[in-house]
């Protein structure tokens, strides 16, 4: 149910841990994905010489050269391949440092499946080109021909509406703030105060929100996008 | 020390009082009694042997001139060989037996009065006894009392004052030490600084260093073996937890069903635990290690905090709301986070579904602070302070935490100068609260 609308995709699972690798797999495979895992850093940085993936599931603790070190080579040789890192709880460190090397997201162990699918999902669907509408229950996207459908009813949405449910459907699973969107939609608009991005949420929120789409309010914070894919 | 020499000097000052006066009495003694002599040999000289036997050949202004003094009384008494009275006062008792031309002095009571007596036996066989009240005698006693012992007491007075002085600045690096030791978490287990120690107690600064830095190294196996075990626990729970669910995502009898959420349930709290346990033995460790601070902005960590929480607030259906400023202290970015994880997560625990959590941080000057609020049942008075104890639960609450989240909390607050409140601000919910000193962000310590 949570494969739709991505293709199929090649994926290495970087993990020395053999139950945790197995299962990381599994829960790719399902989707029909092409898996392939390696269980140290070298065999990971071979592997990623030869083949193109769309995807690495990279830990950091590895038993020969660490995670960031098979990052950082990955990098020098310009590959654009999508790096979702897995670290530590404890270690903020690693996070920080992941992301300064190229890391696309990152994830702390442990995380329950459902969380780590969602962050597949949002960094595959940023390889892929879009195979037809995103369909939510109730809801249809094409974002190619910027149109949507509320129960089959196309709904007109305004520049800056669109600039914002697209910022949203980047972000599936993440809390966005006031001040990340008045960022984003600064091009479209000069001064964005934070209450200017109140209104067009709730305008948003009027046109599209359906019993299974729903931007929800994260208070004193920002939004967070919560729909069911069909 | 002092309690010592105090009685000690007070005896002192008395033994020299005793000896004072009698070297005194001594010396006033024989200085009168060689002037009480004259007299009675002047009179011994002036008797005459008549038909009727001695007499004395003397006027009576003669005997008065001699016997005058300005401050005693003199009286005489001259008897015959066979203690007959011959001249002077009759009611003094006879002299004892003398052998002729020997002299004695002894005291007697005339009068009622303690008299002084010089006697003289001439070789005709009568007695002079001439008698002297004790004024000037006493007097002098008195003088030469107060020549001698009053400087005596001064002198103690000053000894005392000065071995206090000494004492006390010989205790003085003895009492900084002490302070030192007396300010020491127990988690810190640097040396003792020695240079400014004095040479008595160098040593066993000396030792007790060697002590601290034992106690450093079993510290450390110690903190090594928690950080190995509970990272080596870690990685094999994570790959139970997930596969447990994906077992729980398939179709299964509802009783298996059931089994395998608890012991999915069981997992996550051993992971929790291990997580906790490995925190907990960095904080403990960071202290010594000293691990580096940096600035950091509390409003980052809570940001960061923001992605990782609200999934978990809306699963639990409770509202997640926060309200950030920025607030810089001088800190442990991880340590930090850690602390404040802790906090939300016990938030979310305690707090019913349908209720409110609120996460808060910004400046009061001259403290930065974050806290976390929330709806739950509240912490009860009486533990206020014991729930910051590792392992510490409060009996029939109804999350399954292991007692750990709140002494972390205390722990990184500790190793920051910070200190934690807890508050029940409506009287319903908790507001636990981490204090900071607050750091301008443009001028660095």
């Not at chain 1, 809390?175 to 709730?202: C, G, R």
């Not at chain 2, 690096?173 to 240079?195: F, M, T, W, Y």
């Not at chain 2, 004095?198 to 950080?227: M, W, Y």
């Amino acid at each position: 149910m949570t494969c739709k609308s991505i293709g199929l995709m090649r994926i290495l699972v970087v993990e020395d841990d053999p139950l945790l690798a197995a299962g990381l797999a599994r829960v790719l495979g399902r989707c029909g994905h092409a898996v392939d895992r390696a269980a140290s850093g070298i065999q990971a940085d071979n592997l990623l010489r030869n083949t193109l993936y769309e995807l690495v599931v990279l830990d950091i603790g590895l038993p020969d050269i660490d995670g960031f070190e098979v990052l950082r080579r990955l990098r020098l040789r310009r590959a654009r391949t999508n790096v979702l890192v897995l670290t530590a709880r404890d270690a903020v460190e690693d996070r920080v440092h992941g992301l300064d090397l190229g890391a696309d997201d990152y994830l702390t162990k442990p995380f329950a499946i459902a969380e780590f699918e969602a962050r597949v999902r949002a960094l595959l669907r940023r390889t892929s080109a879009p195979a037809g509408p995103l369909e939510f229950r109730g809801l249809t996207i094409d974002i190619e021909v910027k149109r949507v459908k509320v129960h089959d009813v196309a709904v007109d949405l305004t520049v800056r509406e669109w600039a914002l449910l697209e910022l949203f459907l980047a972000r599936p699973g993440r809390v966005l703030s006031k001040e990340q969107i008045a960022q984003q939609l600064v091009n479209y608009d000069d001064a964005l105060s934070l209450n200017t991005i109140e209104v067009y949420v709730s305008r948003l929120r009027s046109k599209i929100e359906t019993e299974g789409v729903k931007i929800r309010t994260v208070r004193g914070f920002g939004y967070l996008w919560e729909a069911e894919s069909v | 020390m002092l309690s010592f020499l105090i009685p000690a000097l007070l005896l002192l000052v008395g033994c020299a009082a005793v000896l004072s006066y009698v070297l005194a009495l001594h010396a006033a003694t024989t200085a009168y009694d060689r002037s009480l002599l004259d007299p009675a040999l002047d009179m011994a000289e002036n008797v005459r042997l008549g038909a009727n036997g001695p007499q004395l050949d003397m006027l009576a202004q003669e005997q008065e001139a001699l016997l005058y003094d300005h401050e005693d009384t003199l009286v005489f008494q001259i008897r015959d060989g066979a203690g007959d009275l011959i001249a002077g006062v009759p009611d003094l008792a006879p002299a004892p037996p003398l052998a002729p031309g020997q002299r004695a002095f002894f005291d007697v009571t005339y009068n009622g009065k303690p008299l002084r007596i010089a006697a003289v036996r001439a070789a005709t066989g009568f007695t002079v006894q001439v008698g002297e009240t004790l004024n000037k005698r006493s007097r002098l006693v008195r003088e030469i009392l107060a020549a001698e012992f009053l400087p005596t007491v001064l002198i103690a007075l000053a000894s005392l004052a000065l071995a206090r002085t000494v004492v006390a600045h010989g205790i003085a690096p003895l009492a900084r030490v002490r302070s030192q030791i007396l300010a020491r978490s127990p988690h810190d287990l640097r040396p003792l600084d020695e240079r400014n120690a004095p040479l008595e107690i160098a040593p066993a600064i000396e030792a007790f260093n060697h002590l601290l830095s034992q106690l450093r190294d079993s510290n450390a196996v110690q903190q090594r073996f928690l950080t190995n075990a509970a990272h080596q626990l870690r990685t094999p729970l994570a790959a139970l937890q997930m596969h447990l669910e994906l077992l729980l995502r398939r179709e299964l009898p509802s009783d298996v069903h059931q089994e395998i959420e608890a012991m999915h349930g069981a997992t996550t709290r051993a992971t929790r635990l291990a997580n906790q346990l490995l925190i907990l033995a960095k904080a403990e460790a960071s202290m010594e290690q000293a691990r580096p601070k940096t600035l950091v902005n509390l409003r980052s960590l809570a940001d960061a905090a923001v992605h990782e929480w609200v999934p978990r607030a809306i699963a639990r259906e409770v509202d997640l709301g926060f309200d950030l400023a920025d607030a810089s202290v001088w800190g442990d970015a991880v340590l930090l986070t850690e602390s404040l994880n802790n906090l939300i997560d016990n938030a979310l625990r305690y707090t019913p579904p349908g209720g409110a959590a609120t996460v808060r941080c910004g400046v009061r000057s001259p403290t930065a602070y974050f806290s976390v609020e929330d709806s739950g049942p509240g912490i009860p008075q009486w533990a206020h302070e014991r729930v910051f104890e590792r392992f510490f639960r409060i009996q029939g609450t109804v999350g399954d935490g292991a007692g750990l989240g709140l002494a972390i909390v205390r722990e990184v607050a500790e190793q920051h100068g910070a200190h934690v409140t807890i508050e029940n601000p409506t009287g319903l919910g908790t507001r636990i609260t981490v204090v900071f000193a607050a750091v301008t962000p443009e001028v660095p310590r």
